[in-house]
């Protein structure tokens, strides 16, 4: 039976005094959970932010940010839905019909009557004006104007060809206001009319009716916002449930998925950082405890002779663990969100998608960070508190902390004892402490490797190849794939090409033209889209959109001769590249498909013929290309479901009407790049419409991204090289601390101080070519395997093994070894042998 006693307060006072007697060793485990905390906060802000910019390009996709919605409703039951208790906000938008003007054949144009609320939760952000108020007035995107051939100005006349019920109707109307949109992001174009207009040529159509024939035309889609996003369908469920309505929903898909967690593979960077994070703090703070316990046992011993249990011997070191770890929290997890705001931005450059960054104030960055940072300082103060429980009074008197010895085998020797070997065998004698150090500085050693190896692989001559082939690139902004569509226009002119060309110094320039066409969907290409059509989430159909289009979307380019010595064999997949008869003009290159993951399907082979339509002959495909083949001289975006072509400059413009020119690069004579860049410039400042990038631009870029890798992961790699080295000294001063004794019995008989100070070194030189040992062996193979998979999945790279950091790492190590055993000898030599044999007595 146990008898429980009242002495909590005891306890607790006896932990807060141990505290305030170890000053040092307290403020050494605040910065060592601090440190923890920081890394673990920084992680999860960077993870949660990501995250949340990729939510947002997705609701971008979707075109709401509204939780859910209720669609093809009448105006009483979109009334009695609205005023349901669960729903904060909402907005309302009416189906009209479509426009059907013959540019928006393959991009569809859904007109509709939008509300304010609507607009805003929409991402439509006028450049000019607004929503519509009178019955002759639309608001519209601009790449939608420029498409139908209309001036971005208020008051522009519209002509819209419409279908409304499934009848015709013509309409010029007034433009009321208009918005930037991307034409490739959203799954249609919006045109929104007045409620004047509803009223006028809506009236007399009744919603129930369209519902059934399903025009849909006059329903109301209302778009709705709970108290928060979890379990959205069932709290739209439960919406219709209490109203009693039957009606149509959708969930926004956007916070359905979970963006960055959607794929396993995406998070186990992060899980490996978090764990990474975690053991190298828990090497910290258990060689902390541990020596604190050590120096401490003939205390702890002493509380065992009057009466202290194992059990409360252990809530000490907790009480103590747990006061260090709440007064380190909030400046770990304060200086980690900064940092992980910081760098988020650095982070989102390593995607090739062009997204928005959004910064994540979730609770979980800060719960998850707090819980897993004190994870580690239990763990790693429970090894310690479990060492002082067991402990009794009589072993805490001659407690040295090296385990039991007298099991193992005497050595025999002829030869006496060597230093050498007595330092060798001193390395082993606690292994689990030999591990732990040699993990802690192991662990900084790879990852410095692996990040060095890594960026020493930026290939800056592939970065560049990739966006300029030249020396000066003329070019429009801010998004040339929008102009040069069907009944668009470039701004690039034969006058301002002509002008280029005469400046002095440039030695000749190559034109890309552009123009998207469209081509028709036939059974070659349906074999490929069906199947993805069948398998995609239907909350983004993304190719049963293009199937439904009837064609797919080539971006069609002219290049000129100078651009043929930037394909490389490697981008070839298929067939073969001769400039010869590539520049007859009966042939045409052409890319993979953007086909999911999918990198390699092509809907042809070459020998095959295609003719786009507009044009008024084929062409046979000479050879198939990567995806990102010729990269610099495209528009560089990709449309689903199609690909580019490429047929010679001169052939595109002859067969091609009002050719459009995407952009021209130089060739400069190097004695006068500098006279080139200053009068192109000028030319381009003149045209506001144009945009002009050299090569030291984007060098400078490339400069930007390395510098980006560099601060973040030698960031990293120097922050855990740090917990490793603080966790050296501990090794060593813990190694000190429980042989003090030793050490003065081997003075005792005979041995020297220089003696002793020599094994002393030997000791940490030992340590030094295990790390090294380690290092050039598993740590140079997973320097290979690691760095060589980010390598391949990095663009603009080149893998070059490096043993350098292992090299050059080992020599530092050295001399830190050296110099902490000097500090730690010169600390045990103030105190004399009899003072030191006392200490066991």
Not at 232 to 249: F, M
Not at 429 to 450: D, E, G, P
Not at 460 to 479: A, C, Q, R
């Amino acid at each position: 039976m146990r008898i429980r006693n009242k002495n909590g307060q005891g306890i607790y006072r006896l932990a807060k005094r141990s505290l305030r007697t170890n000053r040092m060793r307290n403020l050494i485990i605040v910065c060592a959970v601090v440190l923890t905390t920081l890394l673990i906060t920084s992680v999860f802000t960077m993870g949660f932010s990501i995250n949340r910019s990729m939510e947002l390009s997705k609701m971008k996709t979707v075109g709401s940010d509204y939780h859910g919605g209720f669609k093809y409703l009448t105006p009483e039951e979109t009334d009695k839905i609205a005023h349901h208790p669960s729903i904060k906000e909402y907005g309302k938008f009416i189906h009209v019909g479509d426009a059907m003007n013959e540019v928006f054949r393959t991009s569809r144009m859904e007109i509709s009557q939008f509300d304010e609320n609507t607009a805003k939760h929409s991402f439509i952000h006028f450049k000019e004006g607004g929503l519509p108020d009178g019955e002759n007035e639309i608001a519209m995107n601009t790449w939608a104007l420029d498409l139908l051939g209309v001036s971005h100005q208020l008051g522009a006349k519209v002509p819209l060809e419409m279908e409304i019920n499934g009848e015709r109707m013509s309409k010029t109307f007034e433009l009321s206001g208009f918005y930037e949109a991307d034409q490739f992001v959203a799954m249609a174009g919006l045109a929104f009319v007045s409620e004047a207009f509803v009223q006028e040529n809506l009236s007399g159509i009744n919603p129930e009716q369209t519902r059934l024939t399903g025009t849909y035309t006059n329903t109301t889609d209302l778009s709705v916002m709970f108290n928060n996003s979890f379990g959205i369908e069932d709290k739209i469920k439960k919406v219709l449930a209490d109203t009693g309505i039957k009606a149509e929903y959708g969930v926004n898909w956007a916070y359905a998925s979970v963006g960055i967690f959607e794929d396993p593979m995406n998070v186990l960077p992060y899980v490996g950082l978090v764990l990474i994070i975690m053991l190298s703090g828990y090497l910290l703070i258990y060689n902390i405890f541990h020596i604190s316990v050590v120096r401490d046992i003939k205390f702890y011993g002493l509380l065992k002779t009057i009466g202290t249990t194992p059990t409360q011997l252990r809530r000490i070191i907790t009480m103590q663990a747990n006061r260090l770890f709440l007064i380190a929290l909030p400046f770990g997890l304060a200086a980690g969100y900064g940092i992980g705001v910081w760098l988020t931005p650095m982070m989102s450059t390593f995607s090739s998608m062009e997204e928005e960054t959004a910064f994540s104030v979730s609770p979980l960055i800060f719960i998850g960070a707090a819980v897993f940072s004190y994870l580690t300082v239990r763990i790693a103060a429970s090894k310690p508190g479990r060492t002082a429980a067991r402990i009794s009074p009589i072993e805490a008197v001659r407690y040295t902390g090296l385990g039991d010895v007298s099991r193992k085998k005497k050595k025999r020797s002829t030869q006496g004892a060597k230093l050498l070997r007595m330092a060798w065998a001193n390395l082993f004698r606690h292994k689990k402490k030999l591990v732990l150090m040699l993990a802690s500085l192991s662990l900084s050693l790879i990852l410095f490797s692996i990040i060095y190896t890594v960026i020493s692989s930026f290939d800056v001559n592939k970065y560049l190849s990739t966006f300029i082939s030249g020396d000066v690139v003329v070019k429009e902004m801010p998004d040339p794939s929008q102009r040069g569509s069907v009944g668009g226009t470039t701004a690039i002119t034969k006058d301002i090409i002509q002008s280029l060309a005469a400046i002095d110094g440039v030695e000749h320039l190559d034109k890309v033209y552009f123009r998207s066409e469209s081509l028709k969907i036939d059974e070659k290409i349906k074999r490929y889209l069906e199947p993805l059509a069948k398998d995609e989430d239907p909350r983004m159909p993304i190719y049963t959109s293009v199937l439904g289009s009837g064609a797919v979307w080539v971006q069609l380019h002219g290049i000129d001769p100078g651009w043929n010595d930037v394909l490389q064999k490697g981008d070839i997949l298929s067939g073969s590249f001769d400039p010869e008869k590539f520049a007859s003009g009966q042939y045409m290159l052409i890319t993979v498909a953007t086909l999911g993951e999918d990198e390699t399907a092509s809907y042809f082979r070459p020998g095959d013929r295609i003719q786009l339509e507009g044009m008024d002959k084929s062409y046979e495909v000479m050879a198939v290309l990567k995806q990102e083949a010729l990269y610099a001289a495209g528009t560089q975006s990709y449309t689903s479901g199609g690909f580019n072509a490429y047929i010679p400059g001169e052939e595109f413009a002859r067969s091609v009407a009002d050719p459009g020119i995407l952009s021209a690069t130089l060739h400069a004579d190097p004695a006068k790049l500098e006279q080139v860049l200053g009068s192109s410039q000028a030319l381009v400042d003149s045209y506001p419409d144009l945009m002009m990038k050299s090569r030291e631009d984007y060098q400078k870029e490339m400069d930007g991204f390395i510098r980006v890798f560099q601060t973040i992961g030698y960031g990293l790699s120097l922050i855990i090289a740090l917990i490793g080295i603080l966790n050296y000294i501990n090794t060593v001063i813990t190694s000190i601390i429980t042989r003090r004794n030793e050490f003065a019995i081997l003075e005792s008989v005979g041995m020297t101080r220089k003696q002793l100070k020599k094994t002393l070194i030997y000791e940490g030189l030992y340590g030094v070519v295990l790390v090294a040992l380690i290092g050039g062996t598993a740590g140079l193979y997973l320097t290979y395997v690691v760095a060589k998979t980010i390598s391949v999945n990095l663009a603009f790279t080149v893998f070059h093994m490096s043993v350098w950091p292992v090299a050059s790492a080992i020599p530092l190590l050295a001399v830190i070894s050296l110099a902490i055993t000097l500090i730690a000898y010169r600390w045990l030599s103030k105190a004399s042998i009899v003072e030191r044999l006392r200490e066991a007595e």
